[in-house]
């Protein structure tokens, strides 16, 4: 018994720890995909356009089988089936019936729709990714967003702890002598303005962690922990390369294009079946009838239930010719309708290659940008703490006023915060240019 509780302890403290484990971007992105709304009435739709592919196949190879019995009880005139004469009787009848019918030519129209059906899935398919290609982008964006938030806010978590040390040694040496009460109120002013600074920052660090729990749909009253470590290594060094070949391929290949893309085979198909529908349609029919009568108030001995289903029986097969001759234009109004359809569906698939085409060119700007813009908040920030080191010996020993001393502090913080403002955009669009040359948001997080 001592051992199953110790086992059982184990496993709790085990679950514990793995519960309060802190997650990264690639946790985040899967648990958001695995309780999105929006993921999960995409899989819905898949799970219909599955359906419709069913049915689409099953109508083009089966028939349609139906049977059917009836009962009637008729009491009143009626044809007496010895003499043929007419007469009061009472009469139980059922009747069965099972019939087929499948259509050998409806204009492609069967045919068509597998095709559809077929197409429709792959969009659902298709658009499934899309939906979770957004939701891991915005996943990265908010997630990126809180880390700006955490490391700014380390930034003055350490510059408090700096400020809090230097007004002790103040305060100290003030009791000294060494120091004059000026000064102490220089380093006090500077601690205050820091812990300022720090609170606001921790405020938004929390506002980010809020929208973050919200978009990956993670319970607001649970603890979330987030990995905050970084990797600092260059990036951009891999995905600038011919802005031209990758939005040709975009263009071609990317999600959102085949969506449209598919978009327009369906309405190709459509106008097909239209323009077949102008033939006629051809069916075929087969089936089995057979009756069961009873008399009732005459001298009349029945057949039994199965001769009687014996004799009556028949079979039959035929085929059907409908020609269309005029439905007031209907025909011609759906055929008018479905080429204008194709129309459409081509200009909108035309439309979305060029805008994909932009995006990537875009994008390419974007990365380039933002490749400078993250070397030069580096060598800015690498300057300035250099020189607020120096400031801060400096400001200690007295040899510069409070006001510079300030001055070179705050630069260091907004140094520090632009760097890591740009290398987590640095990041978000190198993640843009890589997905644009195939490889989803996911599939690009190493951890």
Known sequence: MKKINTILTLIFFSIVS????????????????????????????????????????????????????????????????????????????????????????????????????????????????????????????????????????????????????????AEKEFSLGTQSRVQVLEKQSFLAETEYFLADYEAKRNAALSALKKVMMFPSNEVLEIDTAINFSPVLTDVVENANTIATSAKESNSQVLIFQNALKIKELEFKTAKWQFLPRIDLNAGWYSSHSKLSGVNYQALPFKDQIKNNGREYISISLNIPIFNRLQKFSNFSRK???????????????????????????????????????????????????????????????????????????EAQAAYFNALFVSKIKAAVVVYYKGTSYLEQIDN
Do not use: H
């Open 339 to 413: 080429k204008s359809d194709l129309r459409i569906a081509s200009y909108e698939f035309q439309e979305k290659q060029a805008e994909i085409e932009n995006a990537v060119w875009e994008a390419f700007d974007e990365v380039l940008s933002a490749r400078k813009k993250l070397t030069a908040a580096l060598k800015t920030a690498d300057f300035q703490k250099e020189y607020y080191e120096i400031a801060t010996k400096k400001f200690q020993a007295g040899m510069i006023p409070y006001l510079e001393f300030n001055t070179a502090a705050n630069k260091y913080a």
């Open 18 to 169: 793995f519960a309060q484990k802190p997650m990264t971007l690639k946790d985040c992105m899967e648990f958001a995909l695995n309780n999105s709304t929006q993921i999960l009435a995409a899989k819905e739709l898949c799970y219909q356009k599955e359906i419709d592919r069913r049915d689409a196949v099953l109508t083009v190879f089966t028939p349609q089988i139906n049977a059917y019995a009836g009962l009637a009880l008729t009491n009143g005139r009626t044809t007496d089936p010895e003499t043929n004469m007419y007469t009061d009787l009472k009469m139980f009848q059922d009747e069965y019936q099972i019939s087929a019918s499948m259509p050998l030519f409806n204009g492609f129209e069967a045919v068509n729709n597998m095709k559809i059906s077929k197409i429709a899935l792959e969009s659902g398919k298709t658009s499934l990714q899309v939906k979770t290609d957004e939701i891991c982008l915005e996943i990265m964006q908010y997630f990126y967003n809180y880390l700006y938030f955490s490391k700014v806010t380390k930034v003055f978590q350490d510059e408090k702890q700096e400020a809090l040390s230097a007004l002790q040694q």
